[in-house]
């Protein structure tokens, strides 16, 4: 009889090498949970100084310590990941037209968040190869093309020499020395990464200038923007009243891997423009771009 009796002490041990046990087991699932767990199993302990008759004993309960820690850590870490932009707000009407024009314009999956599709951009823009490339022998032939470009622009009436411009994504700013060469002195580019004099440090979901500060905005980068309506919202926000917006884009062709949306139709992007008028859409040969969209916003009335 005396063999099937445990003393008081080592039965309220047993039960709680148990619970812990039990509890340990459940918690595998859940950092939040676990941090739970331990304090109920800690809890089980009466205040009173313990004799532990095991040595197993304390190693398993500096196991839940430790493991707690670091599940709690990660789950901290989790609550800590900033959402990406929220999309501008707008009120539509769920329709055959629009589902139509959302076919036209799809987002690439693969970011889990919005930090994580920046450090994917910036690993093309800070290539030091690339920037080199841009800098030097990329630099005269893109310049030289892209003053074609502005000045049949202006051959249109849709830019002048006081025109007030902005490139956006212009990475080291061949487009923005092309809008100077062809008089357009007041002009400024804006990336992720700042080229000073021509480039400024700027997101395009997000750009960092007051509403109606410019007459013309330019750009040949819409393809990488994951929020593609808040890319030309932040255009129209950006431009006054009668100002020109000129995209270069991409229908006959894939972007890199670099490219966060893939576009099927010009009107997968005239969709998004709400307070402007459609000028023209024709065709261009811009460095694997192949269609001009152009813009103007709504005067106020």
């Known amino acids: 009889m ?3 009796h445990h003393h008081p002490r080592h039965n309220l041990f047993l039960f709680s090498l148990r619970k ?3 509890l340990c087991l459940s918690l595998s699932f859940s950092p939040l949970s676990l941090s739970l767990s331990l304090s109920l199993s800690l809890s089980l302990f009466p205040p009173m100084k313990l004799t532990y008759s095991t ?3 304390k190693p398993f309960l500096l196991f839940l310590f430790f493991l707690s820690l670091l599940l709690l850590s990660f789950q901290l870490n989790l609550n800590t990941i900033k959402p990406p932009p929220p999309p501008i707000t707008t009120t ?3 329709t055959s037209s629009s589902s139509h024009q959302q076919q036209l314009l799809k987002i690439r999956s693969g970011y889990t968040s919005y930090e994580e599709y920046i450090k994917h951009q910036l690993n093309k823009t800070l290539n030091p190869r690339l920037r080199h490339l841009w800098a030097t022998r990329d630099w005269d032939r893109k310049v030289r093309v892209f003053s074609s470009f502005f000045s049949a622009l202006k051959s249109e009436r849709l830019l002048s020499n006081s025109s007030k411009a902005l490139c956006v994504g212009a990475r080291v700013g061949q487009e923005v020395a092309a809008l100077r060469s062809v008089g357009v002195l007041d002009s400024v580019g804006i990336d992720l990464v700042p ?3 021509l480039v400024a440090e700027g997101d395009f979901h997000r750009q960092p200038f007051a509403d109606g500060t410019f007459d013309f905005e330019f750009s040949n980068v819409f393809d990488h923007a994951l929020y593609p309506e808040r890319f030309v919202g932040e255009i129209e926000r950006t431009l006054r009243p009668g100002g020109v917006c000129v995209l270069h884009l991409a229908l006959e062709r894939r972007g890199d891997k670099y490219s966060a ?5 010009v009107e997968g992007v005239l969709a998004l423009f709400r307070d402007s008028e459609l000028v023209r859409v024709g065709k261009v040969d811009g460095f694997g771009l192949d269609t001009e969209l152009v813009t103007r ?3 106020k009335t």
């Not at 949306?261 to 139709?265: K, P, R």
Request: glycine content about 8%; aromatic content about 4%; overall charge positive.
């Open 2 to 4: 005396q063999g099937n």
């Open 20 to 22: 812990q046990r039990s």
């Open 55 to 57: 040595p197993i004993l």
């Open 92 to 94: 539509t009407t769920t």
């Open 195 to 197: 080229c000073p004099p």
């Open 261 to 265: 949306n893939d576009l099927f139709g």
């Open 297 to 299: 916003k709504k005067k």
